[in-house]
């Protein structure tokens, strides 16, 4: 605890007090108060009385979560501003009520050494809304390099693209992922889709011109295929691997079989929609990759989700343009936004009976923090960084293109209506969104981890 800390404690003075509450602690969900200062968590319990603030919140009828972190995002920046950005991407989190992100490397230039990661690190610092790391790409041409580049302040680890992405970010071969894997100790983080076989089958879609046929072009044997390669390699050369995104039953299945290194993301799409239905509805505006499969697929990963297979739930935000996302199919891109929604939809599935809040919490803020070693996040409790996500169970709303903030400014949810929702967002004791309304400037800062340098 730092001096000032200290200081604030001594004093029962906090900046921030939050009162009336419900609040998820590791204890589950306790009717208690929240002192914040100098960033952290001070003091939890009956606080009315004894502590002063600058600021006090009442949020009788709200729970207060950890803060949300969404491991995986696309902000497209740089070289891909026109559909998103750093700054865009942050607010559309905390209008969302995520504090902090993952970004990908798949930008351009490509985030492939210190120079690149630096660019976004300054990319980022008065810009972001939320706290962020970046994504270092692993790859044949900086394999070597990868165990000094995955412990550099703001690396949130290593990413490789088995399939789906292009040039030097492109690792499909064995031996280029076994001189990767070998070349690293924090966990490392995989997109799983077999290239060869997706090139062997593309021909299906590019006669049919048929987006419905997407999932049937990235079949689970491309799925699976390349999981089952990743875990081997990973299990000869002793790391420990994070699959992201994960659609299929078959994959669940394997995957059941390893947690001990091997942990597991899926997605809110994945959990949400499913084929053909979200085919013949959005057409290529729900082009995913992988891909939404059929219902079956989908119960699957609610089942893993209640049988703690799943570790965590990412958004995989990977906004484009309208007008990108209505080219012809297969030329149309795969992607859609993801970071503001994430929560909303999850507490709908909270109030349809699909997940309980205490594994929403572990799922979006424990487990993402235990699992990557974040240092002072994913828990609400004394010393920890005062991330809140404040929410109301029993909030209706309904999901709107205009309410995204995303630059491309659109959502494959529009019309939806959800049942709860995020009133307030607190980044390090800072209110960044109040009632649903955005506050102040950026403020978001460089997440650390435990297992790299932290920034002075």
């Given at each position: 605890m730092s001096f000032d800390t200290a200081s604030a404690v001594a004093a029962r003075r906090a900046d921030l007090l939050l009162t009336g509450g419900t609040v998820m602690t590791p204890n589950g969900a306790e009717r208690i108060d929240v002192a914040c200062a100098n960033g952290r968590i001070v003091a939890?319990?009956?606080?009315?009385?004894?502590?002063?603030?600058?600021?006090?919140?009442?949020?009788?009828?709200?729970?207060?979560?950890?803060?949300?972190?969404?491991?995986?995002?696309?902000f497209r920046e740089?070289?891909?501003?026109?559909?998103?950005?750093?700054?865009?991407?942050?607010?559309?989190?905390?209008?969302?009520?995520?504090?902090?992100?993952?970004?990908?490397?798949?930008?351009?230039?490509?985030?492939?050494?210190?120079?690149?990661?630096?660019?976004?690190?300054?990319?980022?610092?008065?810009?972001?809304?939320?706290?962020?790391?970046?994504?270092?790409?692993?790859?044949?041409?900086?394999?070597e390099q990868l165990d000094s580049l995955e412990n550099l302040p703001g690396c949130a680890g290593v990413k490789v693209f088995m399939g789906s992405s292009f040039g030097d970010l492109l690792a499909d071969e064995d031996e280029v992922l076994r001189r990767i894997l070998r070349h690293g100790r924090r966990?490392?983080?995989?997109?799983?889709?077999?290239?060869?076989?997706?090139?062997?089958?593309?021909?299906?879609?590019?006669?049919?011109?048929?987006?419905?046929?997407?999932?049937?072009?990235?079949?689970?044997?491309?799925?699976?295929?390349?999981?089952?390669?990743i875990i081997g390699l990973a299990a000869e050369t002793g790391r420990r691997l994070h699959v992201l995104h994960v659609t299929t039953a078959d994959e669940i299945a394997l995957l059941a079989q390893h947690k001990r290194r091997v942990t597991v993301e899926v997605t809110p799409h994945h959990l949400t929609m499913h084929a053909p239905d979200?085919?013949?509805?959005?057409?290529?505006?729900?082009?995913?990759?992988?891909?939404?499969?059929?219902?079956?697929?989908?119960?699957?990963?609610?089942?893993?989700?209640r049988d703690g297979v799943v570790d965590v739930i990412g958004s995989?935000?990977?906004?484009?343009?309208?007008?990108?996302?209505?080219?012809?199919?297969?030329?149309?891109?795969?992607?859609?936004?993801?970071?503001?929604?994430?929560?909303?939809?999850?507490?709908?599935?909270?109030?349809?009976?699909?997940?309980?809040?205490?594994?929403?919490?572990?799922?979006?803020?424990?487990?993402?923090?235990?699992?990557?070693?974040?240092?002072?996040?994913?828990?609400?409790?004394?010393?920890?960084?005062?991330?809140?996500?404040?929410?109301?169970?029993?909030?209706?709303?309904?999901?709107r293109n205009d309410w995204i903030a995303s630059r491309s400014g659109w959502t494959p949810y529009d019309g939806m209506a959800i049942t709860g929702w995020p009133i307030h967002t607190v980044v390090r004791g800072q209110v960044v969104v109040r009632d649903e309304e955005l506050q102040g400037t950026p403020r978001g800062q460089t997440s650390r981890f435990l297992e790299a340098p932290v920034l002075a």
């Open positions: 939890l319990g009956d606080l009315r009385l004894d502590w002063s603030a600058e600021s006090t919140l009442d949020i009788t009828g709200l729970h207060v979560l950890p803060g949300v972190i969404d491991s995986q995002v696309h740089p070289g891909l501003t026109h559909k998103e950005d750093l700054e865009s991407g942050t607010r559309g989190a905390v209008l969302g009520g995520v504090t902090s992100v993952f970004e990908m490397p798949n930008t351009h230039p490509l985030t492939l050494w210190q120079a690149d990661l630096q660019a976004k690190l300054d990319a980022a610092r008065g810009r972001a809304w939320c706290d962020y790391a970046f994504y270092i790409g692993g790859s044949a041409v900086n394999a966990r490392l983080a995989v997109h799983a889709e077999d290239e060869a076989r997706l090139r062997e089958r593309k021909a299906l879609v590019e006669a049919s011109g048929d987006v419905r046929q997407h999932h049937h072009w990235r079949d689970v044997k491309s799925a699976l295929r390349a999981t089952q390669r979200c085919y013949e509805r959005l057409g290529s505006f729900a082009q995913m990759n992988p891909p939404v499969r059929e219902k079956h697929h989908q119960d699957a990963l609610w089942q893993a989700i995989d935000h990977a906004p484009h343009t309208r007008e990108e996302k209505a080219r012809p199919y297969p030329q149309s891109p795969s992607g859609m936004t993801g970071v503001q929604t994430l929560l909303p939809l999850l507490l709908d599935h909270v109030n349809a009976g699909r997940l309980s809040l205490q594994r929403l919490v572990d799922l979006t803020s424990a487990g993402p923090a235990r699992i990557f070693g974040i240092e002072g996040k994913g828990r609400i409790a004394l010393g920890f960084d005062a991330d809140l996500t404040l929410v109301d169970l029993a909030a209706q709303r309904c999901i």
